[in-house]
């Protein structure tokens, strides 16, 4: 049946696209790539320092880690980068033409898609996300809009790390997954 046909191509294609781009949905990677023009120069260089850091500071076999064991490493280098963790982006101090927030956002993108680029991950975010429940999403997101009522994206890192993933995804899968989740609630609150 051709419609079958062309539906399992356009299907493989939009994975295919999306392992590409680290597992990041096309909102994350449209948005990490404007971040990566708006910062650019010296504070798109200390953010991807500082991503560099995080993935080598998370880098553990499989099985030990978690997604709090990435969030946690990322936090720790954003805190010693761009420590900005208020409710309003207009509270963080300014970076180049753009501010921390950007920074941060940017930062969380960029060290998700490099998690995706590891292992078989992009591809396993991907089918993950396909059968994710729609109500952990959900709950995903309300969540994170609540913690942006008080505070910013280091505390939105806590509560991913501690935030309960249904599925049982791997690690970093959970981690390319609720960077997505992120994105759109970020997105949404903080522009």
């Known amino acids: 049946d051709a419609a079958a046909d062309a539906a399992a191509d356009a299907a493989a ?16 990677s449209s948005r990490l790539k404007n971040l990566a023009l708006i910062l650019a120069g010296t504070a798109l260089e200390k953010a991807n320092e ?10 553990k076999p499989s099985s030990e880690s978690t997604p709090s064991t990435y969030w946690s490493a990322l936090k720790t280098e954003m805190l010693k980068t761009y420590p900005c963790d208020a409710a ?9 033409n753009a501010n921390q927030r ?11 898609q490099n998690l995706g680029k590891k292992d078989n991950n992009a591809v396993d975010a991907v089918t993950f996300e396909k059968s994710w429940d729609a109500g952990n999403q959900k709950a995903l997101k309300s969540g994170l809009s609540n913690v ?3 505070a ?3 505390s939105m890192l806590d509560y991913m790390g501690s935030f309960d993933i249904s599925g049982s995804p791997s690690a970093a899968v959970a981690v390319i997954a609720e960077a997505n989740v992120f994105n759109s609630v970020a997105s949404f609150e903080f522009t």
């Open 88 to 96: 309003a982006s207009s509270d963080c101090p300014k970076v180049n």
């Open 148 to 150: 942006t009522n008080t």
């Open 50 to 59: 500082a991503i560099a850091n995080a993935l080598k500071n998370s880098n």
């Open 152 to 154: 910013g994206i280091p």
């Open 13 to 28: 294609d939009a994975a295919a696209d999306a392992a590409a781009e680290g597992g990041l949905n096309a909102a994350s």
């Open 102 to 112: 950007d920074a941060q956002e940017y930062m969380v993108l960029s060290y998700a």
